[in-house]
């Protein structure tokens, strides 16, 4: 879901790559975008995220192309999950494609047409989730049921699903899913949305990106106590004082580089496809030079993506304290949002801002995780290479890189537990598309899923047909 304007623009205006559309077609290539089509107008908009649509309308047309299909409903009515399998001899452990059902709402008003009609038009599919991540629901359905048309031997099983709750809607998303049903979802290596196909202003795709990690987000409280009394006798105490010298000392505190080595891989990416000054820089960041590593971050993280794909980063997000002007308050509360890079120690952090804000008076606590810490996923997987042979024969010329997601996703409940999971949203987009993503006129091109599911399609007779 975020944007990455920044960096499809930096890649836009500098490359020279010559890398070219995909030539592979599906042999049904004509029925992705009807699916997606059909997807979109069922409203799955969170709040309530009501995803039992998706389901019902799925269940049959995987059990026509001869998937075991399984409907897991939830405590919400509204809410249900389809788990679709293709059988495997067994010899290897399953593979799994997730994709989110619920979409966030619209402004209305502001889209030129109907968000939930799965119109399509001037070539591309526009709807509230062509993107995000009903575009990508299509993509890995289409790319599954082929390999059953196609009658793949498959060496292992690969499992289907569309979850719910992702967007933030609701308390039966992947984590309640692997806590209730973890048998049906267990799988050696997964897919779901995270990195991106760019594509240029001349239609060529300029990179692909694959998500490993995604950031961690905490919460951090910081209190502080003073004596509550009459506002008209002032003590030196005052919790608002205390708290505001704090949060001002914070202000000035920046958390050191950590680059992970996905986060190297795409910033080297990044240069190869940039114009100087900037590929330099790029280059800069993550080469051996600690003094031109300081500079270039200098220039670099005035883009506030790039900032924080770089470092554990800490932002302030709820000041509370006081409820009438004649009295002085006992406390004051201030709520940081800390986003970790995966491996780095909440504790650690907490010490950090403790260091800065030098006042023992002030209480520090974590709050619970939004998401599960999760270890980076491995690029010496098979489905690793296999996406990156894949994304390398679609798009050929294109940059393939891994990278760390500066947000979350709902890979936490399969990294957590040790199992790799990568993300792509698959299709090429451009800079325009991306900005209608969680915005007005989503849309998606005809061209562009066909695209995707052949890449999917290859990844997956790669890793899972029998050799
Ligand atoms: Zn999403």
């Not at 836009?12 to 030539?23: D, R």
């Not at 679709?84 to 494609?97: E, I, N, S, Y």
């Not at 209480?363 to 994304?391: F, K, N, Q």
Request: charged share 20%; proline share 7%; no cysteine.
């Amino acid at each position: 879901m975020p944007l990455f304007r920044s960096i499809a623009l930096a890649l836009v205006v500098a490359s020279a790559a010559t890398s070219s559309p995909a030539t592979a077609q599906s042999p049904s290539s004509d029925s992705t975008a009807a699916l997606l089509s059909d997807l979109i107008r069922v409203n799955t908009s969170s709040p309530p995220g009501n995803t039992r649509g998706i389901a019902e309308l799925l269940a049959p047309r995987f059990k026509a192309a001869g998937f075991d299909v399984k409907i897991i409903p939830t405590p919400d009515t509204g809410k249900a999950i389809i788990i679709a399998r293709l059988k495997g001899d067994g010899t290897k452990r399953p593979v799994l494609l997730a994709a989110h059902a619920d979409v966030v709402g619209v402004e209305r008003d502001k889209w030129t047409v109907d968000p939930f009609a799965g119109v399509e038009k001037d070539g591309h599919v526009y709807g509230r989730g062509a993107i995000d991540f009903k575009g990508g629901m299509a993509v890995f359905a289409r790319a599954a049921m082929m390999l059953a048309e196609q009658k793949v031997p498959l060496a292992r099983d690969v499992i289907f699903l569309a979850e719910a709750d992702e967007e933030g809607g609701g308390g039966y998303g992947t984590n309640w899913l692997a806590k209730e049903h973890w048998s049906d979802i267990d799988a050696e290596f997964a897919l779901n949305e995270g990195g991106w196909i760019m594509k240029g202003d001349d239609g060529r795709v300029r990179y692909v990106s694959i998500s490993t990690a995604d950031k961690l987000s905490i919460p951090l409280t910081l209190t502080a106590h003073g004596t509550s009394t009459h506002s008209s006798m002032p003590r030196p105490d005052n919790a608002i004082f205390s708290l505001s010298r704090a949060m001002s000392k914070l202000s000035y505190y920046e958390t050191p580089l950590n680059i992970t080595p996905s986060t190297r891989d795409f910033f080297t990416a990044l240069s190869r496809t940039s114009k100087p000054p900037m590929s330099g820089y790029y280059r800069d960041l993550v080469g051996s030079d600690p003094a031109r590593a300081r500079r270039a971050d200098s220039v670099v993280s005035r883009d506030p993506l790039l900032h924080a794909l770089i470092r554990n980063t800490i932002a302030p997000t709820i000041i509370a304290g006081g409820f009438r002007v004649n009295v002085i308050p006992g406390s004051a509360q201030a709520t940081v949002n800390v986003r970790l890079i995966p491996g780095s120690d909440p504790a650690a952090i907490v010490r950090d801002v403790a260091r800065v804000i030098r006042d023992s008076t002030i209480e520090l606590s974590i709050g619970s995780r939004v998401y599960e810490p999760a270890p980076e996923s491995p690029r010496t997987t098979d489905l690793y290479r296999a996406l990156e042979r894949a994304a390398r024969a679609t798009f050929p010329g294109a940059e393939v890189t891994p990278y760390l997601f500066q947000a979350g996703t709902d890979a936490g409940a399969w990294r957590s537990k040790g199992v790799p999971v990568y993300g792509i949203y698959p299709y090429p987009i451009d800079p325009d598309e991306l900005t209608r993503m969680h915005g007005n006129d989503e849309k998606v091109s005809v061209a562009s899923l066909e695209q995707g599911v052949a890449m999917i399609y290859r990844t997956l007779v790669d890793v899972a047909g029998k050799k």
